[in-house]
């Protein structure tokens, strides 16, 4: 894909610090520290500060991100924020976080593609940084506390809260974003989705008291479809980069759940070692997922400079995505 080569300089993430665990929500729903774990993998999550939205979150990872990549914030000159929790309808996040950066003039704008966001958002960044924009920055952002219905066990235990983000810009040749696969099926809109709140159903008392604007999920489908979807998406990217699964050091994969995992490192024939995991801590944090176990991947020492890794996620849309790229470590020019 990449004309010139566009890697990742830098990566940052931020997650709040108050930590819900399964032994909470035993008190909130009929639900169990065993169930949780058995059939999601998730032990505990982190939930936002009342007061701060998705903005608040991305700017704390955005900042680490570009003091990693070794940059000040006035040299990012595009933003993409991927997200489906923005701080309001518009003006978009990304907007936000620039001012809340003190960027000046770079363009700025929001992606919706659910988990699938970062994805989209790193493929999205990578070509307009080959087009025009030297260092982009790429967030991926979601605060779905704040749209879970707490009363509803088959949803409510999933999620969390969390940011990660990522600076592109040029790279040595043969490193760097390599293929990017991605994917949409509108027609699966239904079974996961915010009823309430945009332009076909404003909120109003009804739609508040029928609680439509809480996710709602049918979550025995989305996890047909994303076990389904995994080791496509990551199978296609892989074709497009000429590498085969062996070739790959890390799969970073969306983390929803660790059984959807299991069964995509098991499709792909790979030994689940080589999956980055950390839905155990995280819950699903949608389009932040995937950035947050980049970064704490890349800061766990165990991803080195020349290694592939690929990301892949599905989402809302539904969507699905994947990138493929080999790692440039900062500060080395040969592999
Ligand atoms: N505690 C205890 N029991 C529960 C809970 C709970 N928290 N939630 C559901 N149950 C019950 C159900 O009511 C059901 O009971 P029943 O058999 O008496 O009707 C039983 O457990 C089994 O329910 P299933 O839905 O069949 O359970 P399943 O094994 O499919 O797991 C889950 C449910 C975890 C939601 C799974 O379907 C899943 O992970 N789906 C994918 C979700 C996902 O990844 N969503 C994110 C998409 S990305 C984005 O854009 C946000």
Not at 34 to 55: C, F, L, M, P, Y
Request: proline content about 4%; aromatic content about 6%; charged content about 20%.
């Amino acid at each position: 894909m990449p004309k010139k080569a566009i890697g990742i300089l830098g990566t940052g993430a931020y997650a709040p610090e108050r930590i819900l665990t399964n032994k909470d929500l035993e008190q909130m729903v009929e639900t169990s520290d065993e169930w949780i774990v058995s059939r999601t993998g998730i032990k505990e999550r982190r939930i936002a500060a009342q007061g701060d939205a998705a903005s608040d979150l991305a700017v704390r990872a955005a900042e680490r991100a570009i003091s990693r990549a070794g940059l000040t914030p006035s040299q990012i000159e595009l933003i993409i924020c991927a997200t489906v929790t923005p701080d309001m309808m518009f003006p978009s996040t990304a907007c936000l976080i620039q001012a809340k950066l003190g960027i000046k003039n770079a363009p700025a704008f929001d992606l919706s593609a659910g988990c699938s966001g970062f994805t989209y958002a790193l493929a999205v960044g990578a070509q307009l940084a080959q087009e025009a924009y030297r260092y982009v920055l790429v967030v991926g952002v979601d605060v779905l506390s704040k749209i879970t219905d707490y009363t509803d066990r088959s949803t409510c235990v999933l999620f969390g809260d969390g940011a990660g983000a990522a600076v592109l810009g040029p790279v040595p040749e043969g490193y760097g974003i390599l293929a990017a696969e991605l994917g949409a099926d509108g027609g699966g809109g239904d079974l996961l989705k915010l009823p309430a709140g945009g332009s076909l159903k404003p909120a109003s008392v009804d739609s508040v008291g029928q609680g439509e604007h809480f996710i709602k999920m049918a979550g025995n489908e989305v996890f047909k479809f994303a076990v389904r979807i995994m080791d496509r998406a990551a199978g296609a990217v892989l074709e497009k980069a000429q590498l085969a699964p062996d070739d790959v050091a890390w799969f970073v994969p969306h983390q929803a759940n660790v059984r959807i995992i299991q069964a995509a490192a098991a499709r792909l024939e790979v030994p689940l070692e080589r999956f980055f995991v950390n839905v155990d801590r995280y819950g699903n944090t949608s389009a932040a997922s995937i950035a947050i176990a980049l970064d704490e991947l890349a800061r766990s020492g165990e991803l080195h400079h020349g290694q592939n890794v690929v990301t892949v996620g599905f989402g809302a849309g539904l969507t699905w995505a994947a990138v493929a790229l080999r790692w440039w470590e900062r500060g080395e020019t040969h592999g």
